[in-house]
């Protein structure tokens, strides 16, 4: 991309419809990125003070200790029967506190975001919408001993025969695969069912996997460090060759979470033949699973962790815009709480002193009913500052890879500090195409002074608006 001419003048706005430059070849392959990627928890000290900028979190120092107390309670298993209420304007942190939060928790705890309009469902009742986030929040992880066969695939030849049952075509009769660890090699004659799951789980030659004796199950651990200097697009797991044989006694651990385990026993697989294929096509996407299910679920599991065998997880439940959940789901909501197996509620709103929905006269402190919030932590997150925001733009912008002319912190900084951090936020990528355009590597003022012009942060829209009504009751007077 070549830079921008010496005699173009700087102050001439670039024509957003202008034509962009041909695309050119890379072997690069972007990815996206998520609004909270940058969040890697909430970055405390060992004394559990906020440190400046830490684990990516700019300002919210006095909610970022509460939450930090928070955690030290989850920890120590103090924490069960209440929930944590964040409070706050829009765009003040809420969101990334509830995931900096699960972070904080470690990387194999579930976490399980919603929001309150979701339990309004054609399909499900609203209880139930919320009893199935409870269960996917809480973790299972099995921890046992299984034979299997373990090692980096060395040959990977699927074995065609005729078809017996039509006269066209061919099927997979057998496959070879190959597995090699530091003391051997072994080869083995598989099943085509599972070169299905070889498939499904996209192995290759060089991928280091396990296939479980007695099911056949095959798991995909990660590339062999062999490839590790070879250019791969993915972002890549790479593993050390196996030690000891092929053929070995192997402790797994699996995490999975009780949805789950409800899923799969509230829909149990059918029979092979077409009818029963057809029938799982036409069913419904959603089905209700029974109370008496998910007793018998939690039978089982108890049995495990009493056994040892299993340890339960408790992950974090997330409802976002808590507000538009009616009176059962609250009431439901307490129940819940106090069930015996319940992960951390972290719950969030804008809303002050509002109607609870469901109802025609209780008004609520954040629309939610007084016995709930007695059982809730309440903390509140702070509108940032300008400092803050430029602090945030420039995270966002080195984040995404993005190169920041002289003076275009300082105007996004402003933006945000009149309008909202969410609006300057979303600036940052269409000036970024627009510098493109105009073939310069960095995003200039006068490319956030056009993208200012072409979308409108919501005030100015509702300023204009207003004036639109204001014009047309005079005109109609």
């Known amino acids: 991309m070549k830079a921008s001419t010496a005699g173009a003048s700087s102050s001439a706005p670039v024509a957003h419809n202008a034509v962009p430059p041909p695309p050119t070849t890379s072997a690069s392959r972007s990815s996206r990125i998520a609004p909270h990627s940058h969040i890697k928890g909430l970055g405390l000290n060992a004394e559990g003070y906020a440190v400046s900028d830490g684990a990516g979190f700019i300002g919210q120092t006095e909610a970022r200790e509460a939450c930090g107390v928070v955690v030290d309670l989850v920890k120590s298993r103090k924490f069960s029967g209440r929930a944590l209420l964040l409070v706050g304007p829009p765009g003040t942190g809420k969101t990334a506190l509830a995931l900096a939060i699960s972070q904080e928790l470690g990387a194999k705890v579930p976490f399980c975001p919603m929001v309150g309009s979701e339990v309004y469902s054609t399909e499900v009742k609203k209880t139930e919408v919320l009893a199935e986030a409870f269960r996917r929040a809480i973790g299972l992880r099995i921890k046992e001993t299984k034979e299997v066969y373990e090692g980096e695939v060395t040959e990977l030849t699927p074995t065609e025969s005729e078809n017996p049952l039509s006269g066209y075509g061919k099927t997979v009769s057998h496959v070879i695969v190959g597995l090699k660890t530091v003391r051997g090699t072994k080869q083995l004659r598989l099943d085509p069912s599972i070169y299905e799951a070889i498939l499904k789980e996209k192995i290759q030659v060089g991928d280091v996997i396990y296939v479980e004796a007695q099911t056949g199950a095959v798991k995909r651990v990660g590339r062999s460090d062999a490839y590790a200097s070879s250019y791969d697009l993915e972002a890549e797991t790479y593993v050390p060759l196996p030690k000891g044989d092929v053929h070995k006694r192997k402790e797994l651990v699996q ?78 909501l307490n129940a819940l709480l106090e069930s015996p197996m319940a992960p951390t509620v972290v719950l969030a709103t804008n809303r002050g002193n509002a109607l609870v929905r469901g109802t025609t006269d209780i008004y609520a402190p954040h629309g939610i009913p007084v016995d709930l919030l007695d059982r809730c932590l309440i903390v509140r997150t702070a509108t940032y500052e300008k400092d803050a925001i430029s602090k945030v733009v420039q995270l966002r912008a080195n984040v995404e890879g993005l190169k920041l002319g002289e003076g275009v912190l300082e105007r996004l900084a402003q933006k945000g500090h009149e309008s909202s951090l969410r609006y300057a936020l979303q600036l940052l990528t269409p000036a970024s195409i627009l510098a493109s355009i105009a073939g310069r590597k960095q995003i200039e003022l006068e490319d956030i002074d056009e993208m200012g012009e072409l979308f409108l942060d919501a005030k100015t829209s509702a300023d204009i608006i207003g004036k639109h009504q204001e014009a047309a009751t005079a005109t109609a007077s």
């Not at 009780?258 to 996407?285: E, T």
């Not at 007793?295 to 056994?307: A, P």
């Not at 299993?310 to 997330?318: I, M, R, S």
Request: with cysteine; hydrophobic share 40%.
């Open 255 to 332: 995490d999975v979470t009780l949805g789950d385990l409800d899923a799969a026993n509230a829909r149990p697989q059918g029979g092979q033949d077409i009818m029963s294929v057809m029938g799982s096509l036409v069913k419904s996407g959603r089905t209700e699973i029974t109370e008496k299910l998910r007793r018998e679920v939690n039978r089982v599991v108890k049995g495990y962790v009493d056994q040892g065998v299993a340890e339960v997880v408790p992950g974090v439940v997330f409802i976002d815009e808590v507000h538009m959940l009616d009176i059962e789901c609250f009431t439901y």
